[in-house]
């Protein structure tokens, strides 16, 4: 393991502490448990969102199982242990998993739903709303909570971003082309029908 992975593991894990970051980097590691969190808010776009808000919902959806089941093919893999097998001294937050470590599933779970909701989201109002960012931050909190709370090293939580970014764009793609052709929203130079309702879905999204 290269040196300063494990280093900055013990920095985020055992220095850069403070009791009130362990009940906030604690609650959102578990937020993530089984993408429960993300779920909850596809649901809320999927319902308040109108019809483009369905496809938004239905890209971030289709994403986030892409990066689970990828997530743990790749543990399967590559078997890396947990930092409690190699760093007796890491100190544990939430209940171990028994899973191997590499790469990160709640990083791959958020990023992957957080990237393709932003992307067809984007491409239907031309901008990312402001609840776009707020997701890709959630997404960065929570993954950098399962280093703090002792079950990850830094860089099998920076693999699952990258796999849940590669993940999300290829959701995106998928649902918002086959989107297009029933005249929803669709990726840059798709174009369809419903014109007007989308104008005003596409208002209610990006306020």
Request: proline share 5%; aromatic share 10%; glycine share 14%.
């Amino acid at each position: 393991m290269a040196g300063w992975d494990q280093a900055l593991f013990h920095s985020i894990n055992g220095s850069w502490t403070a009791p009130a970051l362990d009940w906030l980097m604690t609650t959102l590691s578990r937020a993530g448990n089984s993408g429960a969190v993300w779920l909850a808010l596809l649901g809320a776009i999927a319902v308040f969102g109108g019809r483009t808000g369905r496809v938004v919902a239905l890209a971030g959806l289709f994403a986030l199982i892409l990066g689970h089941g990828a997530s743990d093919v790749l543990k399967e893999l590559t078997v890396r242990p947990r930092p409690l097998a190699s760093a007796l001294d890491a100190r544990l937050l939430v209940p171990r998993p028994s899973s191997y470590a590499f790469p990160s599933g709640h990083a791959a779970s958020a990023f992957s739903a957080a990237t393709g909701v932003v992307l067809v989201a984007r491409w239907s109002l031309k901008r990312v709303p402001f609840w776009g960012w707020g997701m890709l931050a959630l997404a960065a909190a929570i993954s950098y909570s399962r280093v703090y709370v002792g079950v990850h090293y830094p860089t099998d939580v920076l693999a699952g971003a990258g796999l849940g970014i590669a993940c999300g764009w290829i959701g995106a793609r998928c649902v918002a082309g086959l989107a297009s052709r029933t005249g929803r929203p669709g990726p840059p130079g798709k174009t369809g029908g419903h014109h007007e309702e989308d104008q005003e879905v596409q208002y209610r999204l990006g306020r």
